[in-house]
């Protein structure tokens, strides 16, 4: 079970922490990635990160967002910064299965979202 937390609303220009918790099993040996859906659109890769801390981002993001992991703590962050009203959406991690980072059929064992608003 993956469980997103750390959304809420922030205004331009500011910061917010994701955090996805694991919990049932560890995903340690998995890579892992964050994907967001804005309202009336189809969801998106944001960033993801390989077991072994490679890492892998959207050009949307590049430079203001960053992906870590804690697999001490079966945790994946995603550091969010010099948000933009266009990051409005519904941040939600998974767990990639297949052999590509940025295809979203290619993950498995989704968390329940959690929301960022930002305004302008």
């Known amino acids: 079970q993956l469980v997103e937390s750390g959304g809420g609303l922030v205004q331009a220009g500011g910061s917010l922490r994701l955090s996805c918790a694991a919990s049932?099993?560890?995903?340690?040996?998995?890579?892992m990635g964050w994907f967001r859906q804005a309202p009336g659109k189809e969801r998106e890769f944001v960033a993801a990160?390989?077991?072994?801390?490679?890492?892998y981002c959207a050009d949307s993001v590049k430079g203001r967002f960053t992906i870590s992991r804690d697999n001490a703590k079966n945790t994946v962050y995603l550091q969010m910064s010099s948000l933009k009203p266009e990051d409005t959406a519904v941040y939600y991690c998974?767990?990639?299965?297949?052999?590509?980072?940025?295809?979203?059929?290619?993950?498995?064992?989704w968390g329940q979202g959690t929301l960022v608003t930002v305004s302008s």
């Open positions: 998974a767990v990639r299965r297949g052999s590509n980072y940025f295809a979203i059929n290619d993950y498995d064992y």
């Open positions: 049932g099993r560890t995903f340690s040996s998995y890579a």
């Open positions: 990160i390989s077991w072994s801390i490679s890492t």
